[in-house]
């Protein structure tokens, strides 16, 4: 069985443009989650998207962000304009519906804004 | 408000010796906490979790709401076991999602 992917696994931008990265979650699972880890601080939760639903976008930072799950499938997390500080690693995860508690996880996307 | 807090962000003990990760939660509800663990260059993976009260690569960890701890513990340590650990609490109330420590390094010297 396929795991949760991201893409791209790296990627570096300048301040001010803009990046979209991508998350398949593993198929079939309906709930999706967003994290991101900073640089020396804990992982945080972004949002959480029941199938195309958001659920709960309490973590997202601003409304630098923006979050989409169409149809239900792959979501996508845009930052557009980039700030340094949104630099970082971020991470999708995915669940089946009704099994919150195990969640697995991407390898993560290393954002980098210079 | 919730928090999980991991006090040591790095750790090193001799291989064979014992090893304690510790982690301490705030939540007024009942908690359902993890182990999470990436190794270098893999994903983040659940090690193990409180409610299934299993043992995982020789890892155990006991929910003590008396302190509230969920400390993770090894009796002899592999190099293997050389990697990041997380402890995290899941909310369900409202939102699922889970809320991470800062992490352990742990580092297991041959």
């Known amino acids: 069985e396929a795991g949760v992917t991201q893409f791209p696994s790296h990627s570096v931008i300048e301040k001010g443009q803009t990046v979209t990265l991508r998350c398949d979650p593993i198929?079939?699972?309906?709930?999706l989650y967003w994290y991101r880890r900073v640089m020396g601080k804990e992982i945080k939760f972004l949002l959480h998207?029941?199938?195309?639903?958001?659920?709960?976008e309490s973590g997202m930072p601003n409304n630098r962000f923006l979050a989409e799950r169409t149809g239900g499938t792959y979501s996508t997390l845009k930052v557009q304009p980039a700030e340094l500080e949104d630099s970082g690693v971020y991470f999708c995860?995915?669940?089946?519906?009704?099994?919150?508690?195990?969640?697995?996880f991407g390898p993560g996307t290393r954002l980098l804004v210079l | 408000a919730q928090r999980v807090t991991q006090p040591e962000k790095l750790l090193s003990v001799f291989k064979g010796a014992p090893v304690e990760l510790k982690c301490n939660y705030s939540?007024?509800?009942?908690?359902?906490l993890f182990w999470y663990v990436q190794y270098s260059r893999q994903r983040l993976q659940l090690l193990l979790r409180?409610?299934s009260r299993e043992s995982i690569k020789g890892f155990t960890a006991d929910l003590n709401k008396g302190e509230t701890s969920f400390h993770l513990k090894k009796p002899f340590a592999q190099e293997e076991d050389s990697a990041m650990y997380y402890c995290?609490?899941?909310?369900?109330?409202?939102?699922?999602?889970?809320?991470f420590g800062q992490g352990t390094r742990l580092t297991i010297n041959p």
């Open positions: 995860a995915s669940s089946q519906a009704g099994s919150p508690s195990t969640q697995y």
């Open positions: 198929s079939g699972h309906d709930n």
């Open positions: 998207f029941v199938k195309e639903s958001k659920q709960d």
């Open positions: 939540y007024s509800g009942s908690p359902e």
């Open positions: 409180h409610i």
């Open positions: 995290a609490l899941l909310l369900i109330q409202g939102a699922q999602k889970l809320v």
